[in-house]
């Protein structure tokens, strides 16, 4: 498959970024087969010492090594290389040589050099960036060493700074792409469960999910806080953020649909993201329609909307559509990431959590920083969902608190 084919021109670092099972092992494999095999078995290649550097030596020797896409199972019996395991090393037919090195190890790198290596899966690596450093101190062979990386993305700076490299080229690929190799059910299972969620885009579509620095949710947190099932709650709130203009270019209106669990005191209550409704470049009459359904179809307790910049306006298009709508209006006397901070340590808490599938919304939050919002646009939908949760969890918590107050 042409992801799994050496770019052309002159670059020193190949990064294969694909999902689980989109043929990244057997990329590599191959890959080292191609710069240590000569035209004939004895022949030599452009590479004659390798590294393999792995997370774990049992995970260099069991996949990349031994594994059913590994460097054995990939070469023809005149060219396999022999595994001499005292030496935890190959050698092939021709004297070229590949040893085993591990992440947990970095200075094991010191004193050897290379002219090739492959690195597997170096984005789940703890010391990431010490064993790469000294991986590229080792490279130092030949007129021409290069280095091919095999990995699941993650959000990782070692990974972020490799990509970002004049010298890098990039090759991707979905799970699906090696669906041919694949058992159908695994597919099945997997796209069920995953598919639409930002795991699965990193996952299964093999993206590099990026979170802004300093952001006030991490793809990590909100990966740990999906939640599938039915729940029962003792509140449920829509929250709007209004867009004032429509058309192409106009901002989203973020339409929030979140319930909550309001048994105890306030440090006990939890709540759950149950539905984004946002919809973008449409009219106020239309995005009122939108919201007065999640209202109706949720059996929400109250649609709170902000009204910063349309003011009386909203309102009245949300009455035009029902005028029994359960409506309140709230104006923003604080920034968004003010309003928004106190929401994020209810995630950090462990006390929200969301149904899978919210990629979106998701993708907005990992770029709320306490220094602004940092995507494109505006954090609409993130807007939607803070007063949604204010409604719920911040306010009536205040007022249990008040003087007076048992309970609410």
């Not at 890959?31 to 022949?43: A, I, K, N, Q």
């Not at 070469?75 to 004297?95: C, F, I, M, V």
């Not at 829509?238 to 306030?266: F, N, R, W, Y």
């Amino acid at each position: 498959m042409e992801h799994q084919l050496p770019p052309e021109g002159d670059w020193r670092s190949w990064v294969i970024m694909g999902g689980r099972g989109a043929g990244k092992t057997r990329a590599g494999a191959e890959w080292v087969r191609s710069m240590v095999e000569g035209p004939l078995p004895m022949d030599p290649g452009r590479a004659s010492r390798v590294a393999l550097v792995g997370e774990t030596h049992d995970q260099v020797r069991e996949v990349m090594i031994f594994g059913e896409s590994g460097i054995l199972a990939c070469s023809p019996p005149d060219r396999r290389p022999e595994w001499q395991a005292g030496r935890k090393r190959l050698e092939w037919p021709n004297g070229a040589v590949a040893t085993v090195h591990t992440a947990h190890d970095p200075e094991g790198l010191r004193g050897p050099q290379f002219d090739a290596a492959w690195v597997d899966e170096l984005a789940k690596w703890k010391k990431g960036q010490e064993t790469w450093d000294m991986l590229q101190f080792a490279l130092r062979l030949g007129d021409d060493p290069r280095v091919c990386v095999t990995t699941t993305p993650r959000n990782v700076g070692v990974l972020k700074a490799l990509l970002e490299q004049p010298s890098t080229v990039t090759t991707h690929a979905p799970t699906e792409a090696n669906a041919a190799n694949l058992a159908a059910s695994f597919l099945a299972e997997v796209r069920a469960r995953y598919a639409g969620t930002r795991l699965g885009r990193q996952e299964l579509d093999g993206l590099l999910l990026s979170d802004a620095e300093g952001a006030l949710w991490t793809s990590d947190m909100l990966a740990a806080c999906h939640k599938k099932g039915f729940f029962h709650f003792d509140r449920i709130v829509v929250g709007l953020d209004p867009a004032i203009t429509s058309g192409k270019a106009a901002d989203e209106c973020g339409i929030i649909v979140v319930g909550a669990h309001m048994q105890g005191p306030p440090q006990e209550w939890t709540a759950h993201v149950i539905c984004d409704a946002s919809v973008q470049g449409a009219r106020p009459s239309e995005w009122a329609r939108v919201a007065v359904e999640a209202v109706d179809t949720w059996d929400a307790d109250r649609l709170v909307a902000e009204v910063n910049q349309g003011g009386q306006m909203v309102g009245e298009v949300v009455r035009q559509i029902d005028p029994m709508v359960p409506y309140k209006a709230v104006h923003a006397s604080r920034g968004k990431v003010a309003r928004a901070e106190p929401i994020a340590a209810l995630y950090e808490q462990g006390r929200v959590t969301h149904t899978p599938h919210l990629t979106a919304l998701e993708d907005q939050m990992v770029q709320m920083t306490r220094r602004g919002y940092l995507g494109d646009g505006s954090p609409d939908r993130v807007d939607a969902l803070v007063w949604a949760l204010h409604e719920l969890m911040i306010e009536p918590a205040r007022e249990y608190r008040r003087p007076g107050v048992r309970g609410l």
